[in-house]
């Protein structure tokens, strides 16, 4: 008989998966309460932002890190979320979470299609094959005329998804409850998250990045992991952009231009494109810099003041691939291993 | 002289050459056999280069080649004809001779060395202008020897010319090898599997198993031997 | 005069400088492996050196050769500063499927806004030696300008200069057989490394040009050749991504595709257009128009 | 007579002109050991590419167990019944062993999209990782479970294929070099598991004495042809498969295998 009870003994692996997610979203959430009363208001929208680029990098990772595939456009899923989310809300007059749930959906069906493109493609191909669709997406709002052509469509989020209230009095500002919902929505994402990729789904997407050909023979269909990986991780990117397009009460084009790509792109790496919790580091990361050039660049002129955060997240870029491959997860991940190595060499 | 002392590599996990220890006297040829995974290409691609190796040394002559990049081997004497037919099947025929000779530069000689490998295989002459991949199989393993020979090397590193080539083409180019050694005093180190073959046109022969070196000595010695037999096919 | 005729005619200046990008990305493709998304970047500094000059010494000649000599030697560093140290560290796993195409990235935006900082993010034109309005033929007028025979002239020089080096020079060989087979290269005795340097600045060289030779009909951003990036490699895959002749005629393809397409449905198609252009290229035939079949593995 | 689980019949492939093999035919029947012996660049990977779906031939035809088939895509092979190893070990890097394993009991999972995204898969993984230790276990390498392959020798690391080649339990296992790399000690493990295998095994190999003393039957390929089959004995002594492997001049200079 095979001992499998070392594989599985910390009392919390002994609960049951799906009721550990709901823990897991409960402590977070409190969390992320908490810390919402202790920051002013325009943190506050900060946190919301963070939220947003945590879930759109944790579908890089999902994508990128799990089954290997390149994306250079993912803020066309964003942006397909964005819209949907919003033509669902103000123009269907759908409640929030719905509009969210079919915001996934839309993005998650836009991703399976360019999946089946995308798993014939590979490396430089699929990179430039992305980038050719993300600079194209946008142009596609000025052809629908439901999709507001450059202005896009914005409306008053007080009157779409106002905060709780008593007698007309809110319990909390309208920010905060933005903060709440991009919180809840964050801490859902990533119990799904960790469900999918702890599933035999990211055992597959990992082998099929690793070798397809030993994937092949394990009996593996390897197109169809790598259109279910374009898919799924596209509906985390329609998550994303449905978060943000509430947090800015907007949507318009040029909110999904190149540069939010590269941006989602530069927190995966920064964070580690491996890990799913590496993705908060490089939400707050992404949230950040522009915070710190503004602080080290405030007396410069104009020009210096706009670029520095492109200029400084684009170093980063080029350090980090050069010198910390696996993004700052994987750095502590080895710092951990190293501290815990020597923890036990002491013990003996 | 080559002198390989106490070689190793590995590749990953795998012991590719295990402390291999042989000398090659100038204008001799000696050659390597041993079965398929037994190290001995791993062994030719230390020597130019290719694969760096864990330990041990290799000197031809002066030169430690074990310090060199593979891009100035050849400009110490030393060519290397890598297994597998090595021609650049988008360049024509001349392309991939010029190609040996382009770090002699504007050597008035070059010329020279040209129509004497011509003269060795004429049939690389009959198709100067075509394209490599219009070659047959035999005239393509002529091209890439014939494109280290334009380097004019004092020593050549030849891995598995007869793979995949019919019995016929085999002999002409064990032929070609053996007259054109004897021919220009050129040291020959032969890497093969088809072990008859190379042993008749060699001087020295050392056998191959995982990596070490199960036996040596002189190229008939080693092909009467039973035991190497027995090593190497198993009766 | 037809309309259709003078679409084309308009198309095949455009097409002349998509070829040039087309030229620079196969380049640095054939020699390294890499798509240089940071050519966008590097065409746009190297372009705004080229107004720097002509504002401070008033002549365009001169401005466009320095900034075609700048856009060589940009593109050299870059290959010994980050794409050498890049190559040297190669590993497994994800992080070395993305970590080229993440490090160019990084690379455009470092570029992108270092030009930011110094010229700011206005829209700036840049000066032509020659008139931009069309030229007259027999009174009547036809879209295609003096500088446009100026842009179709100095590519087709670029290309037929590379070309020679490229089959008639020794340098030319080694950077063949470097692209082929670099093993046999280095075998060989040709030093694949500087031959890789050389590469990438013939490539920034290229694209360098290519810049100059927009900008003056449209205008000169820090960000104002993303799109010529894009359209630059849809032209480099509709050829094949690995003969310089198929990348520029990738290029004028794409270029009288894009006018014709501006002409009848407008310029909000022409994104999309490129992008369809490549995807059914890519899965269609992923070895280009021209390319031998069984040639590569998209 | 039982039918061979597996024949084929006049199987040509060509690449580029050239004939990488032509009119081969080969039969495993049940609980067989058949040993697929040749010079290098003989074909022998091609026909194990023909057999596990990543070459399709020109002609021939493949059956199994008796019923003509198509040839199957590679996923299709551990459906059908049959499991490949591939040269080298071709482990995923990034799983543990045991995960590694796993992979190949894909398709005997029951974790649907649904049960993925709400964590209700404990139970059916648990299933599937017995069995993978079991398969680990049968290949001595229990203690590697969780181990990364980047930290293990080469040796081990062909214990740990083999186990993923084994754990859906095929009734024909293709064996590619699995000689390649060991040591003597190990040799004789391999040889002492593949002896073991109640499954038939088709076996490409280069260590000789390792396919003459576990092969009931053995195939030799030249220039992509058969040459010779039979006994290990009979094969021994055939002038062809001499000629073939120490070359022409073996028998006197007479090109006697053409």
């Not at chain 2, 020979?149 to 793979?163: F, G, Q, T």
Request: proline share 4%; aromatic share 8%.
């Amino acid at each position: 008989m095979v001992d499998v009870s070392n594989l599985s003994t910390t009392f919390f692996s002994r609960i049951p998966r799906p009721l550990r997610a709901l823990l897991g979203i409960a402590i977070a959430a409190f969390a992320w309460v908490l810390m919402g009363d202790r920051i002013s208001e325009f943190r506050v929208t900060q946190g919301s932002m963070v939220a947003a680029y945590a879930l759109a990098i944790i579908s890089i990772v999902m994508l990128t890190g799990y089954s290997g595939q390149v994306s250079l456009g993912h803020g066309s899923f964003l942006a397909v979320g964005a819209y949907a989310c919003a033509l669902f809300l103000v123009n269907l007059h759908w409640p929030l979470w719905l509009s969210f749930f079919a915001s996934v959906l839309a993005a998650a069906g836009v991703g399976a299609i360019v999946g089946i493109a995308a798993a014939r493609l590979s490396g430089p191909y699929l990179a430039g094959t992305t980038l050719a669709f993300a600079v194209g997406v946008p142009s596609i709002s000025g052809l629908v005329s439901i999709l507001g052509g450059e202005q896009g469509i914005s409306w008053d989020a007080a009157e779409q998804y106002a905060p709780p209230s008593r007698y007309g009095d809110p319990y909390v500002f309208l920010n905060k409850w933005v903060y709440w919902i991009c919180g809840a929505a964050l801490a859902i994402g990533i119990a799904l998250a960790i469900n999918i990729t702890k599933s035999r789904y990211g055992r597959i997407w990992r082998a099929v990045r690793a070798d397809e050909s030993a994937a092949a023979l394990a009996g593996i269909n390897v197109a169809r992991s790598k259109i279910l990986a374009f898919a799924v991780s596209a509906g985390f990117a329609g998550f994303a952009g449905a978060i943000l397009s509430v947090t800015l009460s907007s949507v318009a084009p040029s909110t999904f231009g190149l540069s939010l790509s590269f941006l989602i792109l530069t927190g995966a790496v920064i964070g580690g494109v491996r890990s799913i919790y590496g993705a908060i580091i490089g939400a707050l990361a992404l949230v950040i810099l522009p915070t710190l050039s503004d602080m080290i660049a405030s007396n410069a002129s104009e020009s210096i003041h706009t670029n520095l955060p492109g200029v400084i997240t684009g170093v980063l870029l080029v350090l980090t691939v050069l010198f910390n491959p696996g993004g700052t997860a994987a750095a502590f991940n080895h710092l951990a291993h190293g501290l815990r190595f020597k923890g036990r060499r002491s013990s003996h | 002289m080559l002198r390989i002392d106490s070689l190793t590599t590995d590749h990953g996990q795998v012991r590719a050459v295990d402390h291999v220890s042989f000398d090659v006297e100038v204008g001799s040829c000696t050659a390597v056999i041993g079965a398929n995974g037994a190290g001995k290409s791993s062994l030719l691609r230390t020597l130019s280069g290719l694969v760096k190796s864990s330990s041990g040394s290799a000197h031809w002559g002066d030169v430690d080649l074990l310090k060199l990049p593979t891009s100035e081997v050849v400009r110490h004497g030393v060519a290397h004809v890598p297994e597998g037919r090595s021609v650049i099947a988008e360049l024509s025929v001349e392309e991939n001779l010029n190609l040996g000779a382009l770090w002699r530069g504007k050597d008035p000689d070059v010329t020279v060395t040209k129509s004497e490998v011509l003269d060795l295989f004429p049939r690389l002459g009959e198709r100067l202008k075509q394209g490599a991949d219009s070659l047959s199989g035999g005239e393509r393993q002529m091209l890439a020897i014939g494109r280290a020979l334009m380097a004019r090397p004092k020593l050549l590193l030849l891995d598995e010319p007869s793979l995949g080539l019919a019995p016929i083409v085999i002999e002409q180019i064990f032929h070609t090898i053996d007259t054109m050694r004897k021919a220009t005093g050129l040291t020959v180190v032969l890497v093969e599997q088809n072990a008859v073959s190379a042993l008749a046109i060699a001087n020295h022969a050392i056998v191959l198993a995982l990596g070490k070196i199960v036996a040596s000595g002189e190229a008939k010695a080693i092909a009467s031997d039973e035991s190497l037999r027995h090593a190497y096919l198993g009766y | 005069m037809s309309t259709l005729l003078s679409t084309l005619i308009t198309g095949l200046s455009l097409g002349a400088i998509y070829s040039l990008m087309a030229i620079a990305l196969i380049l640095v493709w054939r020699s390294t492996r890499v798509v240089n998304f940071a050519q966008a970047g590097q065409a746009v500094l190297s372009t705004y050196i080229g107004l720097e000059i002509h504002r401070m010494t008033g002549s365009y000649w001169l401005a466009i050769v320095l900034s075609i000599i700048f856009g060589g030697v940009l593109g050299g560093l870059i290959d010994l500063a980050l794409v050498r140290p890049l190559l040297r560290r190669a590993g497994s796993g994800p992080e070395a499927a993305v970590a080229p195409v993440i490090a160019t990235l990084g690379l455009l935006a470092v570029l992108q806004g270092v030009v930011g900082m110094f010229w700011g993010g206005e829209l700036i034109k840049f000066p032509s030696a020659f008139s931009t309005a069309g030229l007259s033929i027999g009174g009547s007028k036809i879209p295609f300008s003096a500088f446009d025979l100026f842009t179709v002239g100095a590519s087709l020089a670029v290309m037929l200069a590379f070309s020679f080096i490229f089959q008639r020079t020794g340098l030319g060989l080694s950077m063949r057989a470097a692209a082929f087979s670099p093993e046999v290269a280095q075998l060989a005795g040709v030093r694949t490394g500087r031959v890789r340097t050389i590469g990438w600045s013939f490539a920034g060289a290229a694209g360098g040009l290519a810049g100059v030779l927009i900008t003056p009909t449209t205008f000169l951003a820090p960000n104002s050749l993303d799109l010529l990036l894009v359209f630059g490699f849809t032209a480099a895959v509709v050829g094949g991504l690995e003969s310089m002749i198929g990348g520029a005629l990738g290029g004028l393809a794409l270029g009288f595709g894009l006018a014709l397409v501006l002409q009848y449905a407008g310029s909000s198609y022409t994104f999309m257009t490129a992008f369809v252009v490549l995807l059914a290229v890519l899965l269609l035939r992923p070895q280009g128009l021209i390319g031998k079949r069984g040639g590569r593995r998209v | 007579m039982t039918s061979p689980i597996l024949a084929l019949e006049g199987v040509n492939v060509t690449f580029g002109g050239l004939r990488a093999l032509s009119d081969v035919h080969l039969e495993v029947f049940p609980g067989q050991v058949v040993g697929l012996i040749g010079p290098n660049g003989a074909g022998k990977t091609t026909l194990f590419n023909v057999m596990s779906g990543f070459v399709t031939p020109e002609s021939g035809s493949m059956a199994w167990e008796g019923e003509l088939i198509r040839f199957p895509k590679p996923d299709q092979l551990i459906k059908r019944g049959m499991a490949r190893t591939l040269q080298g070990v071709g482990l995923f890097s990034d799983l543990t062993c045991v995960e590694n394993v796993m992979v190949a009991l894909t398709h005997k999972s029951r974790t649907g999209m649904l049960s993925a995204i709400f964590g209700t898969y404990d139970r059916d993984e648990a299933k599937l990782r017995i069995r993978a230790m079991e398969a680990l276990e049968f290949c001595g390498a229990a203690d590697l479970a969780n181990s990364k392959p980047s930290d293990l020798a080469f040796p081990l690391l062909k214990r740990v294929s083999l186990a993923r080649a084994l754990v859906a339990e095929p009734k024909l296992l293709l064996l590619d070099e699995p000689a390649g790399g060991l040591g003597a000690e190990d040799l004789r493990w391999l040889a002492e598991i593949i002896k073991s295998l109640s499954c038939a095994v088709l076996l490409v190999e280069h260590h000789m004495d390792l396919v003459m003393s576990v092969s009931e039957k053995i195939y030799v390929l030249d220039f992509g042809q058969v040459i010779a089959s039979g006994a290990p004995e009979q094969v021994r002594q055939d002038p062809g498969v001499i000629a073939a492997y120490l070359g022409a001049a073996a028998l006197g200079g007479n090109n006697a295998a053409h």
